[in-house]
Structures are given as structure tokens and as C-alpha cells.
Nanobody
Framework: QVYLVESGGGLVQSGGSLKLSCRAS???????????MGWYRQAPGKQRELVAS???????NYADFVKGRFTISRDSTRRSVNLQMNGLKPEDTAVYYC?????????WGPGTQVSVSS
């Protein structure tokens, strides 16, 4: 059974940093390396939105609101996708979710809360 689990959320002050990780448990390496992995977030009262994605090992895509502050990367050894978040702002407060497509369906992790105080 393949599932995603996020970790690394927490409470930080504005301008602080957090590193989120998403482990693709049970996913074989070849599949992990080829799957597009994405980080999304959803704030209260807002739609879930794409934060960043990674295709293959190094091809990345970022939402404008995080570009230059966040970095997504893939760690093949750990079968995890990381999101380094720097310069956090209160508007970054949200539940952050990891997602990928696997066996014809979209998988989501349970999410990890990121809270940024003013």
C-alpha cells in the first residue's frame, strides 16, 4: 500500500523557516523518481492551491507567491519530497499537503499545519 505522509510543520514567526518532508511510503524507486510530486496548501476559507511541484529529479515549478522563498527537492534515497520554506509570511499559514499520481489515482497525504505569526 502506497501512501504519503507529511511532516515538518509547526509554528514560526514571520521571516522564519520550516522544512517540510513528504515520504512516499511503499513506492518503489523507479516509480518515485518518475512521478510528479507536488506540494499544495489550503488556508481556512480558501481553495487548495499548488505551491510547488517537481518532475523527474530536478525539474521544478513554483507558484508565484512562493517563488524565491520556497525550494522543492526530491530525495530518492529516502523517497521523499522536501519543501524548504524560507522567509515565511503570515499568509503562508495553511495546511500543507503532499500529492502525487499513482496507479491511476491521485494520492494525498493527511497534511501538516504551518502557522506563521505576525
Amino acid at each position: 500500500q502506497v501512501y504519503l505522509v507529511e511532516s515538518g510543520g509547526g509554528l514560526v514567526q514571520s521571516g522564519g523557516s520550516l522544512k517540510l518532508s513528504c515520504r512516499a511510503s511503499g513506492m518503489i524507486l523507479s516509480v518515485f523518481n518518475s512521478n510528479v510530486m507536488g506540494w499544495y496548501r489550503q488556508a481556512p476559507g480558501k481553495q487548495r492551491e499548488l505551491v510547488a511541484s517537481i518532475s523527474g529529479l530536478r525539474t521544478t515549478n513554483y507558484a508565484d507567491f512562493v517563488k524565491g522563498r520556497f525550494t522543492i527537492s526530491r530525495d530518492s534515497t529516502r523517497r521523499s519530497v522536501n519543501l524548504q520554506m524560507n522567509g515565511l509570511k503570515p499568509e503562508d499559514t495553511a495546511v500543507y499537503y503532499c500529492s502525487t499520481n499513482y496507479s491511476g489515482r491521485t494520492l494525498w497525504g493527511p497534511g501538516t499545519q504551518v502557522s506563521v505569526s505576525s
